[in-house]
């Protein structure tokens, strides 16, 4: 499967997953492929706005460009949106990040499997069904 096919099947169980939380969803076609800058997730509960840059990895390190970090913070704040990363590791899951715990590295930004597991949070962590205290 091409890692674009890939993505898209990423975005939609995510899209998904948010609708059969009762939450409203939106997936941004052509996100990461226009000049503007523009998430591949934004939701709402009529509370809180989502914007969600999703990556879906099978080994356990992910990195990202400065560019694709910068574009999602600077759509967020124009939208009023909180800005996360969405990282979807093969058989083991979703983990989400808040852009402030992403690590830098020399060309952008690496986001290792056990980063996602200390600083990121499940999927019912991020839309507030439970908060799971962190030992630091």
């Known amino acids: 499967m091409s ?7 990423f975005e939609r169980e995510l899209a998904h997953m948010f609708f059969d939380h009762n939450w409203g969803c ?5 996100s990461g ?3 503007m800058p523009a998430p591949d997730i934004l939701a709402s ?9 999703c990556k879906g990895i099978k080994k356990t390190t992910k990195y990202l ?8 913070k600077k759509f ?7 800005a996360w990363l969405g990282i979807r590791f093969d058989a083991i899951g ?15 930004y690496v986001i290792p499997l056990n980063l996602a597991k200390k600083d ?17």
Do not use: C, H, M
């Open 45 to 53: 509960n009529g509370k809180r706005v989502l914007a969600v840059e």
């Open 94 to 108: 979703w983990y989400f990040l808040e852009l402030k715990d992403l690590k830098k590295s020399k060309k952008g």
């Open 120 to 136: 990121g949070l499940s999927f019912k962590e991020l839309i507030g069904v439970y908060r799971q205290k962190r030992l630091r």
């Open 3 to 9: 890692s674009k096919r890939k993505g898209t099947r």
């Open 26 to 30: 939106v997936r941004v076609a052509g």
């Open 65 to 72: 460009s400065n560019e694709d970090v910068e574009q999602l």
């Open 76 to 82: 967020s704040k124009k939208f009023g949106a909180e």
């Open 33 to 35: 492929s226009t000049p």
